[in-house]
């Protein structure tokens, strides 16, 4: 009886390999990759882009999911206007007239708030979950947040430490 059961048991060891059948166990079932970004940032800390500006170029470009990593803040509050400068100047950079040309070339106006005070443009950041909202696709592309926390003066070299 012992004879008749080790082919089968190896029969069954082979299939389940070679993933033509299904295991009851996760760790064997057939590894599905995906195309990610793990570490991005935006104007809401010291990207040079909009959010909606990456996350359009992050979908044209077949990512599956994008990570929003600014530094030491996670985009929630609703009322954070940048003004619009013409250039992007130093460190970190400002909102320029270039970045808002490619936040109108790939966001829905619908979806581009903006304001006048003294003859300068601001336009809105938008938060997080109306990131996940309007840009989400189910299935295929998937916001996820984060937050890149830096601590500078880190020991005797005086180093800045990043922790995602």
Do not use: C
């Not at 064997?28 to 970004?37: D, L, R, S, Y």
């Not at 985009?75 to 936040?103: C, E, H, M, N």
């Amino acid at each position: 009886m012992l004879k008749t059961k080790i082919p089968a048991l190896f029969l069954m060891l082979f299939l389940t390999a070679s993933g033509l059948i299904a295991a009851d166990n996760p760790l064997q079932t057939p590894k599905v990759w995906k195309k990610g970004q793990l570490h991005v940032h935006t104007l809401w800390s010291d990207g040079r882009d909009f959010p909606e500006t990456m996350l359009a170029a992050y979908q044209k470009n077949a990512f599956d999911f994008v990570v929003i990593t600014d530094h030491d803040v996670v985009g929630s509050d609703k009322d954070v206007y940048l003004q619009i400068f013409s250039t992007s100047g130093g460190w970190p950079p400002l909102a320029s007239r270039d970045a808002f040309k490619r936040l109108q070339a790939s966001a829905p106006a619908e979806l581009i708030k903006t304001k006048r005070i003294a003859y300068r443009t601001f336009v809105r950041l938008s938060p997080y979950d109306e990131l996940q909202k309007n840009w989400e696709i189910p299935g295929r592309f998937l916001i996820l947040p984060g937050e890149e926390i830096t601590v500078f003066n880190v020991g005797k070299d005086r180093r800045q430490v990043h922790v995602n």
